[in-house]
């Protein structure tokens, strides 16, 4: 029975250390699994999550730029509308303050020729004036020589003829 005794006390010592020996070597695979997973998973996907948060940093941070430069952009469009339509507006006055003073020189062209064409119109009537005037007097005189001869029935010497004609001229510029 001692024997037995003994062979109980070492199965409870073996068993005892086999359960020591078991929980080791699961501390172990745990340690060597936890390592394991730390190593083939967990630091992986630790970067992985950095890489995609610098990603994000980045995108936002690219965003926000553009941003700030498409407000930038909107402030000097809206500068350089205000400026073309100033621009536009100081072309449009100078277009019309040069229409204007075309329209006045043409006017003030015109009313030049106008007033040429009515001296030389003018001159032309006196000119023409002056000759009828003097075609009547030699027709005068000619009916005046035709109609002393006549009554007179005989020549008259030039010296009579311009007597006459005084005479005549005369009296018709009192009528």
Known sequence: ??????????????GDLVEWESLV??????IILTVGLY?????P???MIKERQDKIKKI??????????????????????????????VIHENAVKSANQK????????????????ERAEAEIDE?????????????TDVSMAVARKILA????????KKLIEESLAQWSKE
């Open 1 to 14: 029975m001692l024997m037995n005794f003994y062979n109980a006390g070492l199965a409870a010592n073996i």
């Open 25 to 30: 070597c699961h501390l172990i695979a745990l």
């Open 39 to 43: 190593l083939l998973l967990f630091r």
């Open 45 to 47: 996907v630790k970067r």
């Open 60 to 89: 936002e941070k690219e965003n926000s730029d553009l941003n700030a430069e498409v407000r930038q952009m909107k402030e000097s469009s809206s500068v350089l509308l205000a400026d073309a339509k100033k621009q536009a507006a």
């Open 103 to 118: 329209a006045d020189e043409i006017v003030s062209d015109a009313r030049k020729q106008a007033k040429g064409i009515v």
């Open 128 to 140: 023409e004036r002056r000759n009828l005037e003097s075609d009547i007097e030699q027709q005068i």
């Open 154 to 161: 005989r020549d008259i010497s030039a010296a009579d003829d």
